[in-house]
Each structure stands twice: as structure tokens, then as C-alpha cells.
């Protein structure tokens, strides 16, 4: 995992935090709901690969 990673989360957060405040502000909660959803799905996708890598080498520590 590098830096990248890590900014490009921090990227993503910031950018559906002003535009979930900006809808919300408009009186569009459902459009900030979808926006906050695909933000999540998309940060998820980055993170599995990696705690499939996790979970690898757990596995592979406590395998005799």
C-alpha cells in the first residue's frame, strides 16, 4: 500500500463532503445519500485487493 492510496481516499472523502453539503443545502438529502454511497463503493473497491493480501498472510502465518 503506498501514499497514493492514502491520498487518493483523503481525495474522494473531501470531494463527497462538499458535495453532500452542497446538496443538502439545496434540499437534495437523496442525491447526498447516493453521492456519500458511491464514494464508499469506490474507496472499497482501492482497500479489498489489500485486505485480501491481509488475510493471505495471516493465513499463510498460522498455517504449519
Request: hydrophobic share 60%; proline share 0%.
Given at each position: ?34 453521492i456519500s454511497l458511491a464514494g464508499l463503493i469506490l474507496v472499497l473497491t482501492w482497500i479489498i485487493p489489500y ?14
Open positions: 500500500m503506498g501514499v497514493s492510496l492514502i491520498f487518493k481516499i483523503a481525495a474522494v472523502g473531501i470531494l463527497v463532503t462538499i458535495l453532500n453539503q452542497v446538496l443538502k443545502h439545496s434540499g437534495r438529502e437523496e442525491q447526498a445519500f447516493l485486505i485480501y493480501e491481509l488475510f493471505v498472510m495471516v493465513q499463510d502465518l498460522f498455517t504449519l
